[in-house]
């Protein structure tokens, strides 16, 4: 049985007139009649009884018409579902994420993707940049929103927007009222620090900082939980680090505390949020959220543009 065969006859149940149904599907009536006759031998039945006066449907070719039917509309539907998903206009997209990109780049890229391409279900995980670098390797994550330009060439990049690194310390701190501190004065300050792997761009920054400045941090404590940091500082006298989104933007600490951001300068360390994905190449559902990425500016300038390659133009 073939697939040409069912719309042959489906057009047979429709037009009930041979001319009519031949024109329909841009055939010759002896080419459909010959499809209709190898179709009921293939069923071992008769579909349509056909006379001088009159084509009608027997028995058979009513119960069979309700089934083709179903069949032929299943098979159109998988066809349509194919191309939709080839064309990257439906499915899921698995995108992991951190705080800043939460904050300033995935609203208005999930507005544009659900408008132009309300197929397509994005799902989000907010991750550090080392878990999320990880997923997106063994193929958990399609894109990553993560710290720091990738060193392999296995994944591909984009460049999206530039944050500081603040101070992150509790309301009774010495530093909780001051508009921004040099850098060189951590030297005095117990710190929280997170493992490297965790972030490691933001992690060089930090240090590199301090090298530029000549101290040596002290870290009394490593967590690489952002809440939990927040708690600490809260109820001890140390420092913690964050982008100035975090910082600014986090939320309350235990009991109702919430730390205090201190900017840093002299100098202000920086990190820097990047798309990226496998190096094989963004598959069409990650070509269409790249392409509401990159028309997405954090900061309200027009957004460069940028090839898969992850080149601007």
Same mark, same amino acid.
């Given at each position: 049985?073939?697939? %040409? ?30 499809? +209709? ?23 058979? #070719? ?18 349509? +579902? ?13 995108? #992991? ?35 999320? +670098? ?133 100098? $202000? ?26 028309? $997405? ?15 601007? %133009?």
């Amino acid at each position: 049985m073939e697939f %040409r065969q069912l719309v042959s006859f489906l057009a047979i149940a429709d037009e009930l007139h041979f001319g009519r149904a031949a024109a329909r599907l841009h055939l010759t009536q002896p080419s459909l009649s010959q499809q +209709l006759q190898r179709l009921e031998r293939t069923l071992g039945v008769t579909l349509v009884a056909r006379t001088s006066h009159e084509v009608r449907l027997t028995s058979a #070719g009513r119960a069979f018409e309700v089934e083709a039917r179903a069949i032929v509309t299943r098979l159109e539907r998988a066809a349509s +579902l194919a191309r939709e998903v080839a064309a990257g206009r439906t499915g899921t997209l698995a995108v #992991g994420y951190n705080f800043p990109a939460g904050q300033h780049v995935l609203p208005a890229t999930l507005t544009r993707m659900h408008a132009e391409f309300p197929g397509v279900t994005v799902a989000l995980e907010e991750k550090r940049t080392g878990p999320q +670098l990880a997923a997106l390797a063994d193929g958990t994550l399609d894109i990553a929103l993560v710290y720091g330009r990738p060193r392999t060439a296995d994944f591909r990049h984009r460049h999206l927007l530039r944050l500081p690194i603040v101070a992150v310390v509790g309301q009774d701190h010495e530093w909780a009222g001051r508009a921004s501190v040099p850098f060189a004065e951590l030297a005095g300050q117990p710190c929280i620090l997170f493992d490297r792997a965790q972030s490691p761009a933001m992690y060089d920054a930090i240090l590199s900082s301090a090298e530029r400045t000549g101290i040596r941090l002290d870290v009394a404590h490593t967590l690489d939980d952002p809440g939990a940091t927040s708690i600490l500082v809260s109820i001890q006298p140390l420092v913690g680090f964050a982008s100035a989104s975090r910082g600014m933007l986090g939320g309350s600490a235990a009991g109702g505390v919430r730390p205090v951001a201190v900017p840093l300068h002299n100098p $202000v360390p920086t990190v820097d949020l990047y798309a990226v994905w496998r190096g094989s190449g963004a598959s069409p559902l990650g070509d269409a959220f790249l392409s509401c990425l990159e028309a $997405v500016d954090p900061e309200g300038e027009p957004a460069a543009t940028a090839d898969r390659n992850g080149r601007t %133009r």
